[in-house]
């Protein structure tokens, strides 16, 4: 069975342009998680959906983020306009429900450096 | 807040030596998960454990949940170069269902 897709894998953009992360999760998978990944802060929880609704979006650093779940099959993480500072890599993760003690699968990142 | 430390962040080490990272909150967490991350790839969960004082083997790998469920530890006994990586602790809220990352260790194991 396929993973977690994400796409694309890698983005170059310049400051000030829209950026958009996709995420397909694991199928039947009810809970989808977009963290981003920098040497110094380490992984981050970003946003959070459980049956496509948004539980928790404290972690978005700023309104130029914006995350959405149209579907069960489909997410994307958005930023407008994007700045150096956003430079990280960004996973998307998916779990069965969400339960503390569930497994989380993470996809293969997407890095992104604003220039 | 609650927040999760991880010590030490690097750890550099000959192959068949034993090591140990530990993971320390001052908040009580329903589970802990351990993840190991290789470069260019996302985290696999390589455990997880919910009862405090719990010990889980995998292998050559230990994972110890502390009594009072706010902290834990990997052992690794004669490391191998395949165990070179990023492991991060998460510790799981039973109120939310999310985790909390810590910032994570990065081995070196040199042959």
């Known amino acids: 069975d396929a993973g977690v897709i994400q796409s694309p894998r890698h983005e170059v953009t310049e400051m000030g342009q829209e950026v958009t992360l996709r995420c397909k999760p694991i199928?039947?998978?009810?809970?989808l998680f977009w963290y981003r990944q920098t040497m110094m802060r380490g992984l981050e929880l970003l946003i959070y959906?459980?049956?496509?609704?948004?539980?928790?979006d404290s972690g978005m650093p700023e309104d130029r983020f914006s995350a959405k779940m149209p579907n069960a099959s489909f997410s994307t993480l958005k930023i407008q306009p994007s700045e150096p500072r956003d430079s990280a890599v960004y996973f998307c993760?998916?779990?069965?429900?969400?339960?503390?003690?569930?497994?989380?699968?993470f996809g293969p990142g997407t890095r992104l450096l604003v220039l | 807040t609650q927040l999760l430390e991880q010590s030490p962040q690097f750890l550099s080490i000959q192959e068949g030596e034993n090591l140990t990272v530990y993971c320390n909150s001052s908040?009580?967490?329903?589970?802990l998960q351990w993840y190991r991350q290789e470069p260019g790839e996302g985290p696999v969960l390589l455990v997880t454990?919910?009862?405090?004082?719990e010990v889980k083997k995998l292998k050559r790998l230990t994972f110890q949940f502390g009594d009072a469920r706010k902290d834990s530890s990997l052992h690794i006994t004669a490391a191998q170069p395949g165990d070179t990586g990023l492991y991060l602790c998460?510790?799981?809220?039973?109120?939310?269902?999310?985790?909390?990352f810590g910032q994570g260790t990065t081995l070196q194991v040199k042959p």
């Open positions: 908040s009580v967490f329903s589970s």
């Open positions: 454990v919910v009862t405090g004082g």
């Open positions: 959906f459980n049956n496509n609704v948004p539980i928790d």
């Open positions: 998460a510790g799981g809220s039973s109120n939310t269902g999310k985790l909390i």
């Open positions: 199928s039947g998978h009810n809970s």
């Open positions: 993760a998916s779990s069965l429900a969400l339960q503390y003690q569930e497994t989380q699968y």
